[in-house]
T-cell receptor, first 115, second 113 residues
C-alpha cells in the first residue's frame, strides 16, 4: 500500500535549537513531495515543494530516494514556528501513464518551540 | 480571502439528518478535493473531482456524496449513513496536475448533537 509516515506526533524543542521533522514514504518511482503547515487558527498552507529546492522561513527539505525520506529541517527554531506540519507526497504516474493529482497526507507532527 | 471559501464555519446537525457543506473557489482551478481532519489521523481524502461533472471516491467516501455541476463549486453532503460525522472538513483546489500543491479553505467544523 502507498503510505506516508510521520513518526512523531509531537516534537518539543527550545528556541534556537535545531529542528528535524521526519517523513518517510513508501512509493516506488519518484513522487513529488510537499510540506504543509497549519498555524493556530489559520488555514493549512503550503510551506515548500521539493522540486523547487527552496528555503522558506529557514526550513529546507531534501529528498533522499535511498531512504525514501523527505525530512523537514531548520537549524535554529523560533517560537513562531510552533504549528502542525504535514508531509504530503503526490504519487508518481501510474503504470499506464496517467498522472494523479491526489496528495496523500501524513498524520502530522505538532512542533512546539519553547522560549 | 485566499480564493477558496468554505461555509459555514461551524455546523450542528441532529442525528439522522443530512447536511451540505459549501466550497467555492475563484482560482479557476480544475481540481477540487474534500478532506476530513481528525486528531491523530491527519487528513483523509473523502472525494475529489478533476473536472466538471466528474468526481471519484477517496479513501473514506462511505456516507458522503458530492456534486460538481460548476467549476467553482464542489459541495459535500454528509448523509445520515455516515456513522461518525463529527469532524473538521477541509476543501482544497488545485490546477489539474497539482504541480504547485493545493490551496485550502478555512474549514467547516461539523458537530452531530
Amino acid at each position: 500500500a502507498q503510505r506516508v509516515t510521520q513518526p512523531e506526533k509531537l516534537l518539543s524543542v527550545f528556541k534556537g535549537a535545531p529542528v528535524e521533522l521526519k517523513c518517510n514514504y513508501s512509493y516506488s518511482g519518484s513522487p513529488e513531495l510537499f510540506w504543509y503547515v497549519q498555524y493556530s487558527r489559520q488555514r493549512l498552507q503550503l510551506l515548500l515543494r521539493h522540486i523547487s529546492r527552496e528555503s522558506i522561513k529557514g526550513f529546507t527539505a531534501d529528498l533522499n530516494k535511498g531512504e525514501t525520506s523527505f525530512h523537514l529541517k531548520k537549524p535554529f527554531a523560533q517560537e513562531e514556528d510552533s504549528a502542525m506540519y504535514y508531509c504530503a507526497p503526490r504519487p508518481p504516474r501510474t503504470l499506464y501513464g496517467g498522472a494523479t493529482n491526489k496528495l496523500i497526507f501524513g498524520t502530522g507532527t505538532l512542533l512546539a518551540v519553547q522560549p | 480571502d485566499g480564493g477558496i471559501t468554505q461555509s459555514p464555519k461551524y455546523l450542528f446537525r441532529k442525528e439522522g439528518q443530512n447536511v451540505t457543506l459549501s466550497c467555492e473557489q475563484n482560482l479557476n482551478h480544475d481540481a477540487m478535493y474534500w478532506y476530513r481532519q481528525d486528531p491523530g489521523q491527519g487528513l483523509r481524502l473523502i472525494y475529489y473531482s478533476q473536472i466538471v461533472n466528474d468526481f471519484q471516491k477517496g479513501d473514506i467516501a462511505e456516507g458522503y456524496s458530492v456534486s460538481r455541476e460548476k467549476k467553482e463549486s464542489f459541495p459535500l453532503t454528509v448523509t445520515s449513513a455516515q456513522k461518525n460525522p463529527t469532524a473538521f472538513y477541509l476543501c482544497a483546489s488545485s490546477i489539474r496536475q497539482a504541480m504547485e500543491g493545493y490551496t485550502f479553505g478555512s474549514g467547516t467544523r461539523l458537530t452531530v448533537v
